[in-house]
C-alpha cells in the first residue's frame, strides 16, 4: 500500500483590475465645503443616540448631503445611524443637523429611556398570573 501523494495549493490567480477611469479622478469633498459659510450659532443638543425625524421634503436649494438626511429619515434614525449611512464624522453631521434643525426641515427628540427597574406592582401582577396557569 503506498501513501497519498500530497498535491501543493497553487494560489488562485487574481482576476484582472479595471482599467483606469477617464477623466478626473473622484476626490472627497472637504468638510468645510459641505458644512456650508460659518454663520449662525451651533448650539445643538445632539449626542450619538438623538432620534431625529425629517418635517418635509428636500428644497430644491438643499445640498446633497441635505437630500440625503431628509430622505433618510422618514423614520426616526439616531445620529450615529446618520452618521454611519452617510460616512461623515459625528461632528459634521451635528454641523448639518444643527442647520437643519433651524431651518425647520427635522425634528430632533430625545429617546425614550425606559426605567431601570419596573414596577413592583406590575411584577407581582406578572408573578400572580404565571402561578394562575
Do not use: W
Amino acid at each position: 500500500m503506498t501513501p497519498p501523494q500530497r498535491q501543493r495549493r497553487v494560489p488562485k490567480q487574481q482576476p484582472p483590475s479595471p482599467p483606469p477611469r477617464a477623466g478626473k479622478p473622484k476626490n472627497p469633498e472637504r468638510l468645510f465645503v459641505v458644512a456650508g459659510p460659518d454663520g449662525g450659532e451651533r448650539d445643538g443638543d445632539l449626542d450619538l443616540v438623538t432620534l431625529i425625524v425629517a418635517r418635509a421634503e428636500p428644497p430644491p436649494s438643499a445640498t446633497p448631503e441635505q437630500s440625503a438626511l431628509l430622505r433618510l429619515c422618514s423614520t426616526p434614525l439616531s445620529v450615529a445611524e446618520l452618521s454611519a449611512y452617510l460616512n461623515l464624522p459625528f461632528s459634521m453631521m451635528t454641523v448639518l443637523l444643527t442647520d437643519m434643525l433651524t431651518a425647520g426641515l427635522v425634528t430632533a427628540r430625545n429617546p425614550i429611556v425606559r426605567q431601570s427597574v419596573a414596577d413592583r406592582s406590575i411584577l407581582e401582577a406578572v408573578m400572580h398570573g404565571l402561578q394562575r396557569l
